[in-house]
């Protein structure tokens, strides 16, 4: 069973950045799909970035330039670099891993992941 534990959220002044880690467990990352989500208060879960096996990388247009993830597999943790945070980036931030995607294009789709993290939650201050 594949574990995710997030950390590193907190509060920021806009213009700040933090840095997200996700930890894994019960599988090598290596063999994973990997993604961060957020859902910001009153709103759905949004797709945030992914990062492939393979290494390539997809972003919301809204993160777009600002917002980097990836991966050491050799620890087993992804990151999710956030610089010159807004404060409509407000949210609690999920990691989440699939095994592989049915389809290429399904890596911005929650549905695509069988495994989350608990969140952690990124404030951030006008």
């Known amino acids: 069973q594949v574990q995710l534990v997030e950390s590193g959220g907190g509060l920021v002044q806009a213009g700040g950045s933090l840095r997200l880690s996700c930890v894994v467990s019960?599988?090598?990352?290596?063999?994973?799909?990997m993604g961060w989500f957020r859902q910001g208060p009153g709103k759905e879960r949004e797709f945030v970035a992914a990062?492939?096996?393979?290494?390539?990388?997809n972003y919301a247009g809204s993160v777009q330039g600002r917002l980097t993830i990836s991966r050491d597999n050799a620890k087993n943790i992804v990151y999710l670099q956030m610089n010159s945070l807004k404060p409509e980036d407000t949210a609690v931030y999920y990691c989440?891993?699939?095994?592989?995607?049915?389809?290429?294009?399904?890596?911005?789709?929650?549905?695509?992941?069988?495994?989350w993290g608990q969140g952690t939650q990124v404030t951030v201050s006008s």
């Open positions: 990062i492939r096996r393979s290494g390539v990388k």
């Open positions: 989440a891993a699939a095994g592989f995607y049915y389809d290429s294009h399904d890596y911005d789709k929650s549905s695509s992941y069988p495994y």
């Open positions: 019960g599988r090598t990352l290596g063999t994973l799909e």
